[in-house]
């Protein structure tokens, strides 16, 4: 049986950590035990077949097109608990920075997660909003969440109507606009009351929303519908502005509001 230690210097010689008298050492251990000779070995060979893998590009805006092709819900049991293995996964990997540690424990953590979460949302979630996520395939209403304001802007050849919708932990904008591909739309909000979650759009459209530290802009708006979802940060009013412009010049904005909520 390979002692302990033995091992650790295994795996830090295999990844250069080992200082000269470790190296040493190991190389005096594996020359009288065939069994530890044999792991370094595989070791070896493994961090090998691992170092030749090529990287790969991922293509752009990736992580937008995950969050829009997943259901926004609130955190479920599994969640936390995949969440929590997480941390834990990253925590060992500062101190196990071996390779052979690194692939095993990612694969279970991997296998483990995909398990808990492949059954979806819990039974007794409060409100589920996942027929709002991701590309839209029809418009509302949503009957679980409160109807807050409602209204019209626009100009001669543009016209567009806001509904902000939501509950205590949700702020939902639906925006229909009509009108030429050349029309930008931007929402200011205060990041301290509501925080930008999701978008969606009924007619797919290539890269068209942009982030700011207070708004969302979405360029090239045309004949579409647009679901924007907010996490609520405060219990206060939120108000949400909506603004239409052309060329970088402004042709109609309105105020929307979305009520308090109690504690």
């Known amino acids: 049986m390979i002692e302990e230690r033995y091992i650790t210097l295994i795996h830090r010689e295999v990844d250069g950590l080992n200082s000269a008298e470790e190296s040493s050492d190991l190389r005096s251990y594996l020359s009288h035990d065939a069994g530890a000779s044999d792991y370094y070995r595989d070791i ?3 961090s090998n077949m691992l170092g030749a893998v090529p990287l790969v590009e991922p293509p752009l805006n990736l992580k937008k097109r995950i969050l829009n092709s ?3 819900h609130l955190p479920s049991r599994r969640q936390n608990l995949v969440s929590a293995m997480a941390a834990q996964f990253v925590q060992s990997l500062r101190i196990h920075k071996s ?6 424990s990612g694969l279970a953590i991997g296998i483990i997660g995909f398990s808990l979460l492949d059954g979806g949302s819990p039974p007794n ?5 996942s027929h709002i996520s991701g590309t839209m395939t029809r418009p509302g209403p949503f009957p679980a969440l409160m109807f807050y304001d409602q209204g019209d802007l626009g ?3 543009v016209r567009g109507q806001v509904t902000l919708r ?3 932990d949700l702020l939902l904008v639906e925006l229909q606009v009509k009108g030429g591909r050349d029309v930008d739309v931007a929402l200011d909000f205060a990041q301290d009351d509501v925080g930008f979650s999701s978008f969606s759009q009924q007619n797919p459209e290539p890269d068209n929303l942009r982030m700011e530290p207070n708004s969302v802009r979405v360029g ?3 004949e579409n519908q647009y679901t924007l979802i907010f996490s609520r940060k405060s219990h206060n009013v939120v108000p949400v502005k909506v603004s239409f412009y052309r060329f970088s010049k402004l042709l109609s904005d309105r105020v ?3 009520a308090a909520v109690s504690e």
């Not at 390779?99 to 095993?104: E, G, I, K, Q």
């Open 44 to 46: 070896l060979k493994l």
């Open 70 to 72: 997943i259901a926004v």
């Open 99 to 104: 390779y052979a540690f690194v692939f095993a």
């Open 125 to 129: 979630q409060r409100e589920s909003i």
């Open 155 to 157: 100009a001669a050849d």
């Open 166 to 168: 939501g509950s205590r």
């Open 220 to 222: 090239n708006a045309g």
């Open 256 to 258: 929307f509001s979305a």
